[in-house]
């Protein structure tokens, strides 16, 4: 498995501003992938980021909305743009492939808990 | 595409009983199955996967669980409850390069 962190943990936001949420790796990763689980839901999933293209956004999720980047192996990015109260979820970063992962298993961050007021 | 149904909403045991949480998919070749679970304000943690051989697998924190493809289940035990398995549980189906998806979550509470 690998060691995954998450930054912030938790932040409450003005609605209209912008909030980028950092994953980190201890590992090179193939593929990084970023979650929403709003309040009492499950998960699902944004988009599928991978180093040296383009994100792949799932429907209902637009770049505009939710820009990624992917620089390297290790580290990924979302920002969460124009916030408005319905993006208050929580947000979670995984990782799948290369060394740290076989088979089509994800492992988790610890998750980013937004508020937006 | 794979999906994966939860039906139990919130499930409320007694410490020390056994526990058997749900899991049905949908997906028309031998899917990977997943249990995950999240204490609360937690990420989600791996409990056990199943992707091919012995259809009974065993897990982390004492949980296994059995892949029955005739039921197209995936439903995850443990024999004894203990107070800190108190969590939301995820069952997750894959279809391969990393497409998952996830059940609605089974809220677990354990009584003293």
């Known amino acids: 498995s690998a060691v995954i962190s998450q930054k912030p943990s938790r932040d409450i936001c003005q609605r209209g501003t912008s909030l980028t949420i950092q994953c980190q790796v201890d590992s090179q990763v193939t593929m990084m992938f970023w979650y929403r689980q709003q309040p009492g839901q499950s998960l699902t999933l944004i988009a599928t980021?991978?180093?040296?293209?383009?994100?792949?956004?799932e429907s209902g999720f637009v770049i505009d909305k939710f820009p990624i980047s992917r620089p390297n192996l290790t580290f990924s990015t979302l920002t969460v743009s124009n916030m408005s109260p319905e993006d208050s979820s929580i947000y979670l970063c995984?990782?799948?492939?290369?060394?740290?992962?076989?088979?089509?298993?994800?492992?988790f961050g610890p998750g980013t808990r937004l508020l937006v007021l | 595409a794979q999906s994966v149904t939860q039906p139990d909403i919130h499930i409320t045991v007694s410490e020390g009983a056994s526990l058997e949480l749900r899991c049905n998919y949908s997906?028309?070749?031998?899917?990977?199955l997943f249990w995950y679970v999240q204490s609360p304000g937690q990420g989600l943690q791996l409990l056990l996967k199943?992707?091919?051989?012995?259809?009974l697998v065993q897990g982390i924190k004492g949980f296994e669980a059995e892949f029955k493809r005739s039921q197209s289940s995936f439903n995850l035990r443990k024999p004894s409850v203990h107070w800190s398995d108190a969590a939301e549980y995820f069952c997750a189906v894959g279809a391969g390069d990393n497409d998952m998806r996830f059940g609605a979550g089974t809220r677990l509470t354990v009584k003293p």
């Open positions: 997906y028309g070749a031998t899917p990977y």
């Open positions: 980021a991978n180093q040296g293209s383009e994100a792949t956004y």
């Open positions: 995984s990782v799948g492939g290369g060394a740290v992962s076989v088979q089509e298993t994800q492992y």
């Open positions: 199943y992707f091919s051989g012995d259809t």
